[in-house]
T-cell receptor, first 109, second 113 residues
Framework: AQRVTQPEKLLSVFKGAPVELKCNYS??????LFWYVQYSRQRLQLLLR??SRESIKGFTADLNKGETSFHLKKPFAQEEDSAMYYC???????????FGTGTRLQVTL | NAGVTQTPKFQVLKTGQSMTLQCAQD?????MSWYRQDPGMGLRLIHY???????DQGEVPNGYNVSRSTTEDFPLRLLSAAPSQTSVYFC???FGQGAWEQYFGPGTRLTVT
């Protein structure tokens, strides 16, 4: 069965510092991986997906199949990045997502 | 375009009561899902539907029923509420399976006493 692990419940960084939110997965098939974000009092929304290889709001994530990881990175944290971040894995059928437990990013001045 | 809507926003139930959480989308999405969000556990899939008339169980289906009579609506029924069902419930929809973006509703916060 598929599994997504986000080892940090809370990550606190200073504004301007680099950010790395860790995500590891286990899945025997070809993974489809995503990062979803939930800002305070807003809906859960897609931040980025590995298949698009895009950078959104300065965030990037690279799929490393050897290490089964999909870590989310940003070189310089901003206050508006403070939110709950979820890594998610799609099995490729029926839009079923397996979510990690989430990491709360707190960016302080 | 309202996107995904959920009602009610908040609900308090007594143990044993039943209720239906409503979910609707106006994006003509085939795929709809229900998740529950609990502290320290992330989001877990309850039930999902790949189209009108077709539903299937997710990771935590016990105590919940769903039906999909139209493309737009995907209600979640709690048959006999239990304190363990206290949670925030999210409905989501997507255009296609797998790698398609899922659009989430605002959530329903349910407390069972």
């Amino acid at each position: 069965a598929q599994r997504v692990t986000q080892p940090e419940k809370l990550l606190s960084v200073f504004k301007g510092a680099p950010v790395e939110l860790k995500c590891n997965y286990s899945y025997s098939g070809s993974p489809e991986l995503f990062w979803y974000v939930q800002y305070s009092r807003q809906r859960l929304q897609l931040l980025l997906r590995h298949i698009s290889r895009e950078s959104i709001k300065g965030f990037t994530a690279d799929l490393n199949k050897g290490e089964t990881s999909f870590h989310l990175k940003k070189p310089f944290a901003q206050e508006e990045d403070s939110a709950m971040y979820y890594c998610a894995l799609a099995t490729g059928t029926a839009s079923k997502l397996t979510f990690g437990t989430g990491t709360r990013l707190q960016v302080t001045l | 375009n309202a996107g995904v809507t959920q009602t009610p926003k908040f609900q308090v139930l007594k143990t044993g009561q039943s209720m239906t959480l409503q979910c609707a989308q106006d994006m003509n999405h085939e795929y709809m899902s229900w998740y529950r969000q609990d502290p320290g556990m992330g989001l877990r899939l309850i039930h999902y539907s790949v189209g009108a008339g077709i539903t299937d169980q997710g990771e935590v289906p016990n105590g919940y029923n769903v039906s999909r009579s139209t493309t737009e609506d995907f209600p979640l029924r709690l048959l006999s509420a239990a304190p363990s069902q206290t949670s925030v419930y999210f409905c989501a929809s997507s255009f296609g399976q797998g790698a398609w973006e899922q659009y989430f509703g605002p959530g329903t916060r349910l407390t069972v006493t």
